[in-house]
């Protein structure tokens, strides 16, 4: 069904009144006028960070090497671990946060290869994330034995891909250009069947869409926290091993905060049960302290809630957008089923880099990807279905105008 403009706006008022969980945006700080869509990038900032950051200072200031005693700061990685392992479907102590997402993908990968010494194939996306390749790339140089490394571009080549030489199949969960979901449970079921293990990144998903670790059997899942988990720029990441799993190797980055007994200094290593191994040195406690914030709003939702209120936002975004900018050029790449979508949507626009600058000058931040994709990471915590409206029209004024064709628009940022 085509909508016209008067019934989208109206739609958004209706929506937004019928939404239960509207309370959640209240909890995030937004400075006025401007409508974010860089949620795939950097999440909105929960309103006690200021606090947090400031409390931070004073516990440095006040407390030094007493802050290891008197406040959690050594148990973060568990304490926040927990908190955001329902939003990937994982259950209490099996989720740990640290680190950056290349260190925990490194951390899976080797633990993999350590699982199985007898296979040495990895198959991966052609298009993963860079960084989730070069992980590999480095393991196919250091490796103890040769690693090859099998490239696929659809589930359907990655299940092919899968025989009993595989060891590991390392994917995105969504693709960071496309924006197409894969199936996880297929994927893992078809893999376990080779006797191979499965990696998902689920940067471009966890936050926003949903994710059941335990449910689709996945054996390792890391993500970033600052995209649309919020945990603040430069957050730290999380890993989630099986629990059956973790135990039975060594991860390959063995470190005194992942040892079985931390304060007895001891000089032999021994890995601490479960999911705790994969912890390697000091917790970014002033990273945690940011992140703690918004872990704290997920306490008080449902993800379920959570799930349901971006699949909302999307839909209507793409509604939005396709009745009041396809006459003017623009073509939603992502896929039109939501269930195959991730956090963001994906379109293309004449003028793209240039018109997400223009955007910027409206307000408006959203993300380019070379060569003519623009990405709107839409943010389930932070955006109404109005502020979705509003966007939507300010790029319909830039597409008509065509704005974008201003010299000052030349220069395009990342
Ligand atoms: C953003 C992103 C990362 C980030 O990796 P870092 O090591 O945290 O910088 C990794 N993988 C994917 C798929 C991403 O989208």
Request: charged share 25%; aromatic share 8%.
């Amino acid at each position: 069904m085509m909508l016209d403009k008067a019934d989208l706006a109206q739609e958004a008022r209706t929506l937004d009144a019928g939404d239960r969980i509207s309370s959640i945006c209240a909890h995030y700080e937004q400075p006025k006028g401007w409508i974010f869509f860089d949620a795939n990038s950097v999440g909105p900032a929960p309103k006690t960070a200021r606090k947090a950051a400031s409390d931070l200072m004073d516990d440095w200031v006040n407390l030094r090497r007493r802050g290891w005693a008197e406040r959690d700061w050594v148990d973060m990685p568990a304490i926040l671990g927990d908190r955001i392992a329902p939003m990937i479907g994982a259950g209490p102590g099996e989720v740990v946060v640290c680190d950056n997402t290349t260190v925990n993908l490194y951390k899976a990968t080797g633990h993999a290869l350590a699982v199985n010494k007898d296979r040495a194939t990895i198959v991966t996306q052609a298009e993963n994330f860079p960084t989730d390749l070069h992980v590999l790339q480095g393991f196919e140089r250091f490796c103890d034995r040769p690693v090859e490394i099998r490239h696929v571009d659809t589930e359907e080549e990655a299940i092919a891909a899968m025989d009993d030489t595989v060891v590991l199949g390392s994917f995105s969960h969504v693709g960071y250009k496309s924006g197409i979901r894969w199936d996880m449970e297929k994927i893992n079921a078809a893999a376990h069947e080779k006797g191979a293990l499965v990696l998902w990144d689920v940067s471009h998903s966890a936050g926003a869409v949903p994710i059941d670790a335990r449910g689709s059997n996945a054996d390792y899942i890391v993500g970033c926290g600052y995209k649309y988990l919020s945990t603040g720029p430069g957050g730290p990441a999380y890993i989630y091993v099986r629990p059956d799993l973790a135990e039975r190797a060594w991860p390959p980055m063995c470190g005194w905060m992942g040892h079985a007994d931390i304060y007895a200094f001891s000089g032999n290593y021994e890995p601490h049960t479960g999911i705790k191994r994969f912890i390697s040195g000091t917790p970014m406690v002033g990273a945690n302290a940011i992140a703690r914030c918004a872990a704290d709003i997920y306490e008080k939702y449902e993800p379920g809630d959570i799930w349901a209120r971006h699949r909302s936002l999307s839909e209507f975004f793409v509604r939005a957008l396709e009745t009041m900018c396809g006459k003017l050029g623009v073509e939603v790449t992502s896929p039109a089923n939501y269930d195959r979508r991730g956090g963001h949507v994906s379109f293309r626009a004449p003028g793209a880099g240039r018109v997400v600058e223009a955007l910027i000058d409206k307000k408006v931040v959203a993300s380019f990807r070379k060569p003519d994709s623009i990405r709107f990471g839409i943010s389930p915590t932070a955006l109404t279905h109005q502020d979705i409206h509003e966007a939507v029209r300010r790029l319909h004024d830039i597409l008509e105008t065509e704005i974008w064709r201003d010299p000052k628009y030349e220069n395009v940022s990342v």
